[in-house]
Nanobody
Framework: QLQLVESGGGLVQPGGSLTLSCVASGFTLEYYAIGWFRQAPGKGREVVSCMSSSGRSTNYADSVKGRFTISRDNAKDTGYLQMNRLKPEDTAVYFC????????????????WGQGTQVTVSS
């Protein structure tokens, strides 16, 4: 019954934009921090961005800062990642995950994960 589902991935040209969504089912998202992570082929999973449950605190990886924006709509139990000026290096499977309470923006702090959505940036 509990589910976290990412969507919005696809193929986009360099310089383009894409918005990812993360919908929570079976629980209320507003009590949780939300994070976005990605894993490129042959590489480990890395942090992209995190946002506290209140939305007051955000973190971004240096590689995406200024290009990506994390947001949430608690009324819809949905988190978002707006990605602009995409680069081929952004190609990866993107995951959303949640964490209860105050936690650092690290992979191990996030305990419930979605299945991921593929983002491919290519001309």
């Amino acid at each position: 019954q509990l589910q976290l589902v990412e969507s919005g991935g696809g193929l986009v040209q360099p310089g383009g934009s894409l918005t990812l969504s993360c919908v929570a089912s079976g629980f209320t998202l507003e009590y949780y921090a939300i994070g976005w992570f990605r894993q490129a082929p042959g590489k480990g999973r890395e942090v992209v961005s995190c946002m506290s449950s209140s939305g007051r605190s955000t973190n971004y990886a240096d590689s995406v800062k200024g290009r990506f924006t994390i947001s949430r709509d608690n009324a819809k139990d949905t988190g978002y990642l707006q990605m602009n000026r995409l680069k081929p290096e952004d190609t990866a499977v993107y995951f959303c995950a949640i964490s209860y309470g105050s936690t650092p923006c690290t992979i191990d702090a996030y305990h419930y994960w979605g299945q991921g959505t593929q983002v491919t940036v290519s001309s």
